[in-house]
């Protein structure tokens, strides 16, 4: 506790290294496996060849990919763009199949009702496929950010700072004060992030939480959203009723069906 008391300002220099590491690589992962994700739903077969090279990648070893990284992308091997690099490549190795499997769980009839009305196919996927999606690529995403947290400790072993530094300097030196700051502060950091993307994915999902009446029951009867049953006034309940109400509104004027 003594050592603590004197290198509380290196401690949160180096928290602050970590998240600085952290958020540009689950940012990037989601952004390339999301739309690696809709390709895998779109073509099959291009997709089972995404989704066998992204197993293929999370069972590369992290201390090789760090040495090949500078290699293929020029970049210093001591650089916090080289285990960014990494964690990207590892975040969407694990994000693709979720994506994958986000789209594919979206209802069918939904889609279908959308192209009735008109819709185009980016409104489609921005309207319908896209929102319908969110619970389950959020739950990846949780997953990724969790995972890149504890991954950016490695980056110590070849002298990139982060909360990992505490590790290896605190094993040098012996002092066990220092590792376990670290330890607590990694996964209190990875507790953190992933109550922001829970947060973020309630925020994205209003049709996803219960309602309630006065009394503070369910108005739905304890179905879980999504579920296809008619609530109280007759309409099918859920995110999938929700979006076809709103896909009707917005149905073009010409009356012509089928995508475009």
């Known amino acids: ?82 285990i960014v690099i990494a964690l990207t490549a590892y ?24 192209v009735a009305v008109g819709f185009s196919r980016r409104a489609l996927l921005w309207r319908v496929d896209l929102p319908l999606a969110v619970p389950v690529i959020a739950a990846g995403v949780r997953v990724v950010a969790v995972s890149t947290v504890g991954l950016v400790t490695i980056g110590s072993l070849v002298g990139i700072d982060s909360l990992g ?14 590792v376990a700051t670290g330890l607590i502060l990694t996964v209190l950091l990875a507790l953190a992030l992933d109550a922001v993307v829970r947060l973020i994915a309630r925020a994205l999902t209003p049709w996803a939480r219960p309602r309630r009446t006065s009394g503070g029951s369910p108005a739905d009867g304890g179905r879980p959203a999504g579920d296809g049953t008619a609530g109280d006034d007759g309409a099918p309940g859920g995110p999938a009723s929700s979006t076809v109400i709103s896909v009707s509104d917005a149905a073009p004027s010409s009356g012509k069906g089928g995508v475009r």
């Not at 992204?54 to 990284?69: M, N």
């Not at 994000?95 to 209802?107: E, K, N, P, W």
């Not at 300097?169 to 220092?178: K, N």
């Open 1 to 82: 506790m003594l050592w603590l008391s004197h290198a509380w300002p290196q401690v949160f220099h180096l928290l602050g290294l970590h998240l600085a590491l952290s958020l540009p690589a689950i940012l990037a992962s989601i952004l390339i496996a999301v739309p690696l994700g809709r390709l895998s739903f779109r073509a099959p077969r291009a997709g089972g060849l995404v989704l066998t090279l992204a197993g293929l990648l999370y069972a590369i070893p992290s201390l090789p990919l760090l040495i090949v990284i500078p290699a293929i992308f020029g970049v210093p091997l001591r650089s916090g763009a080289t």
């Open 91 to 114: 975040g969407v190795a694990l994000l693709v199949r979720t994506a994958a499997d986000a789209f594919r769980a979206v209802d069918p009839d939904v889609r279908r009702a959308a």
């Open 165 to 178: 530094t505490l590790f290896t300097d605190g094993f040098q030196r012996g002092i066990v004060w220092e």
